[in-house]
Every structure is written in structure tokens, then in C-alpha cells.
């Protein structure tokens, strides 16, 4: 089981990502990419939680190819 503060911070942070990226931002991307794979940790070493390893390995990937369109059109990319 995780700490509450833990999963407080991450979700914090996954917040504070979405609200950057929505300010057309790159850097929520890189936020939602670290989140990720924090979660994604903790659910390797918390057994009850694997069921969840999919989610955010999708997660993951999903924000690499948001960062991956971004670096394309520089328009976008402030």
C-alpha cells in the first residue's frame, strides 16, 4: 500500500501537468510522462495494484507521442 501523501503529490502533479499542457505548454507532456511512470513503478512493487500497469503505461506512452507531435509543429510548441 502507498502513502497517502504519495499518491497526493502524484495526483498534484498530474493536475498541474494537464494545467500547464492546456496553457500550450510542452512541459505538462513531460509532467504526465513522469507521473506515469512513478505510478507505473508503484504498481509493480505493490501487488494489489498491477491491475493497473496497463492504464498507465498507456498513459506514458500516449504523453511520449503528445511530446513527439509537439516537437513537430513548432507552432505549437511554446
Given amino acids: 500500500m502507498i502513502p497517502i501523501w504519495l499518491g497526493l503529490l502524484l495526483s498534484t502533479a498530474s493536475i498541474i501537468g494537464g494545467i500547464i499542457n ?3 505548454r510542452i512541459e505538462g507532456f513531460y509532467i504526465w510522462m513522469l507521473t506515469s511512470g512513478v505510478w507505473g513503478a508503484l ?9 493497473q500497469l496497463p492504464m498507465w503505461l498507456a498513459y506514458f506512452v ?17
Fill in 22 to 24: 492546456a496553457r500550450g
Fill in 43 to 51: 504498481c509493480i512493487l505493490d501487488p494489489s495494484m498491477v491491475g
Fill in 62 to 78: 500516449i504523453s511520449a507521442y503528445g511530446v513527439m507531435m509537439w516537437r513537430r509543429k513548432p507552432d505549437m510548441a511554446s
